[in-house]
């Protein structure tokens, strides 16, 4: 895809990304086609840069946009669950491949020229807990950088988030597109265990740092102690960090909760803002 300046638009091109307004409700679809009226109010409206599905794009103008590919990210998904369910009981050092993975990760997304904008499509999907690791890492390392936190603190928080949900494996119950709360009883029970048995299947790990084995265990807690499993308040900036990454992709795929528009899963985190979740990070992430 390509970026261009709406200036320079003169109709009949195709979106290659939905155009939302400041609030993110989206306006023009991806893969609409651009009519000459459209482009006057995009005008009206304060839209500066739009992307253009490259066949669509003037190569002589237009600035090419490098991201994260589908490949990639779905080689990075087939890695973390090859590794995962081959290690039931997670008790052999080969899990610290997982440390290279994450590494892949990061590199991929800092080699990158215009990350914040542009490594990773943003939308509402179904989604397994191997894919739910892969973007909550993603999301986690570009906040991360963007705080400027140190490498090996980027390191272990990849790390954490690509085994945060490992609990998740040993639950049998459906928690896909279910919200918590309309869970049988004792499945909520079961259910809200997963990051005390997820830290306690790792914390013996040597290779793992103990940032990334509290981030496993303390996902679920919140600023205002309403979370899971021990009601914690005001957790270190590099939890809250995947508190916040992690809570955004499980409501845009459906991960302990009933799925939602992206737009809807902004609502959310602004609505809880300095509530739930820690205030500056959400502005961050925003």
């Avoid at 482009?39 to 991201?67: S, V």
């Avoid at 999301?139 to 603190?153: E, F, N, P, Q």
């Avoid at 265990?193 to 303390?218: E, F, M, N, R, T």
């Amino acid at each position: 895809m390509k970026k261009y300046n709406v200036q320079d638009i003169r109709g009949g091109e195709v979106l290659a990304k939905p155009l939302m307004t400041s609030s993110y409700r989206v306006i023009l679809s991806e893969n609409a086609v651009l009519r000459k009226e459209y482009i006057e109010r995009l005008k009206e409206l304060g839209f500066q840069e739009i992307y253009i599905k490259e066949e669509n794009a003037d190569r002589r103008d237009a600035q090419e946009i490098r991201y994260v590919r589908q490949d990639v990210e779905t080689s990075f998904r087939k890695k973390v669950k090859a590794i995962l369910e081959s290690h039931v009981d997670l008790d052999n050092d080969d899990l610290r491949e997982l440390n290279q993975v994450a590494e892949d990760i990061i590199y991929s997304i800092l080699e990158e020229e215009d990350v914040i904008e542009s490594v990773i499509a943003i939308k509402e999907r179904s989604a397994d807990i191997y894919e739910h690791a892969v973007n909550c890492c993603v999301l986690a390392v570009i906040l991360s950088a963007r705080m400027k936190l140190d490498h090996d603190t980027i390191h272990s928080i990849g790390v954490g988030c690509l085994l945060h949900d490992i609990g998740l494996r040993y639950i049998t119950q459906d928690f896909q597109d279910v919200k918590i709360e309309k869970m049988p009883e004792e499945w909520q029970i079961e259910y809200k265990k997963h990051p005390v048995s997820g830290y306690c299947k790792v914390k013996d790990q040597g290779w793992l740092s103990q940032l990334s084995k509290d981030i496993i265990l303390y996902h679920h807690e919140c600023e205002d102690g309403s979370g899971y499993s021990f009601h914690r308040k005001k957790m270190p900036q590099e939890i809250a960090i995947v508190n916040v990454c992690d809570s955004f992709d499980e409501l845009i795929s459906g991960i302990g909760c009933r799925r939602m528009r992206v737009y809807k899963a902004v609502e959310y985190l602004k609505c809880f803002q300095n509530i739930k979740f820690n205030d500056k990070i959400v502005n961050e992430f925003l």
